[in-house]
């Protein structure tokens, strides 16, 4: 049999209340810790989800393949620049064949 | 009573203790799911993403090349009527000042003209200019196309004006057969028949 005094009972009864509020203080915590690691999950599949990450890419092979189209453009360009210039040169050299050709060799 | 307090005590620590560490634990996992998620669309759309940039550029390049070579085919014929047209006003300039180069030709014009044609008469129409220099040369002509012939040929100039800037067209006396040898005519066979040649000396630099 245990005796158990006014004071006593006060006593447990304040140590109850302060377990109380100090579980429901853990309680907001753990919610805390929960609510910041869905910011963190949400924050890494930012842009994965909705698409983004996939077009971004796109658009970085589509730049490149933009330089390499130029970079073909370019070549022909050359090529037609090229011909233009041995056309301007040699102009004299094939007109005076065809009038031989025409003329009867 | 003392005693009893501190079990209290103890039992609330292990429940904030549980508390807490299950919200860790759920904390981890949720950010564990997240970056494991976020990885495989990573790998699966940057998959997606390079499939399709390599179609993009097949196709983008693909056509960037066939236009390159059509532009190039262009200019290549551009640049070959620039010649032939330059080609014909020099013929043009050769037979109006009747250059010497124009005057042995012409010769040979009309020889190669009438051997075309069959029987031993015909008429040879001519750019008014050169009328006078063919006449010149008519006996002479006569006697190169019946040794080739074999037999004796008999031409005449005709009195219509020919619309040519030279050469000759020639017909039978029937006026049934007839061999346009005009500079013009042999102008566009060349452009038909010999257009690699004037290529090559146009634009490889090969000489003739």
Redesign the interface.
């Known amino acids: 049999m245990i005796e ?1 005094s006014v004071e ?1 009972v006060k ?2 009864v304040k ?2 209340r302060s ?1 109380e509020e ?2 429901q203080r ?2 907001e ?3 805390n ?2 609510e ?3 910011a ?3 924050r ?2 930012e842009g ?2 909705d ?1 983004r ?2 077009r971004s ?2 658009e970085i ?2 730049k ?2 933009e330089e ?2 130029k970079a ?2 370019k ?3 050359d ?2 620049e090229k ?2 210039k ?2 301007g ?3 004299e ?3 005076a ?8 060799e | 009573m003392e005693s009893l307090k501190s079990q209290l005590n103890l039992l609330k620590e292990v429940q904030v203790k549980e508390i807490l560490e299950e919200a860790k634990d759920q904390a981890a996992k949720l950010v564990k799911e997240a970056r494991t998620k976020a990885e495989q669309i990573k790998s699966r759309e940057g998959e997606e993403a390079i499939q399709k940039s390599r179609e993009i550029e097949e196709k983008e390049l693909e056509s960037a090349i066939a236009q390159g070579r059509r532009k190039e085919t262009d200019i290549r014929f551009q640049l070959v009527d620039v010649a032939l047209g330059k080609s014909l006003d020099k013929l043009r300039e050769l037979a109006d000042r009747q250059d010497p180069v124009y005057v042995n030709a012409i010769e040979g014009l009309v020889v190669e003209a009438v051997v075309e044609i069959a029987g031993t008469e015909f008429e040879i129409m001519l750019n008014p200019r050169d009328v006078a220099l063919v006449k010149r040369k008519l006996e002479r002509i006569e006697k190169r196309v019946s040794t080739i012939k074999g037999a004796s040929a008999k031409l005449k100039i005709s009195n219509a004006p020919l619309r040519s800037i030279g050469g000759t067209m020639v017909r039978s006396k029937d006026g049934k057969q007839i061999f346009n040898n005009t500079l013009e005519a042999r102008l566009a066979k060349v452009r038909q028949e010999m257009l690699p040649r004037v290529c090559d000396a146009l634009l490889s630099g090969a000489s003739d």
Do not use: H, R, T
């Open positions: 158990i006593d006593s447990l140590q109850e377990i100090e579980l853990a309680k915590e753990a919610a810790i929960v910041k690691a869905n963190e999950a949400k890494i599949l994965f989800e698409g990450y996939c890419m796109l092979e589509l490149k393949i390499k189209k073909v453009e070549e022909w360009n090529a037609v011909l233009k041995m056309a040169e040699n102009m050299k094939a007109v064949l065809v009038v031989k050709l025409v003329l009867g």
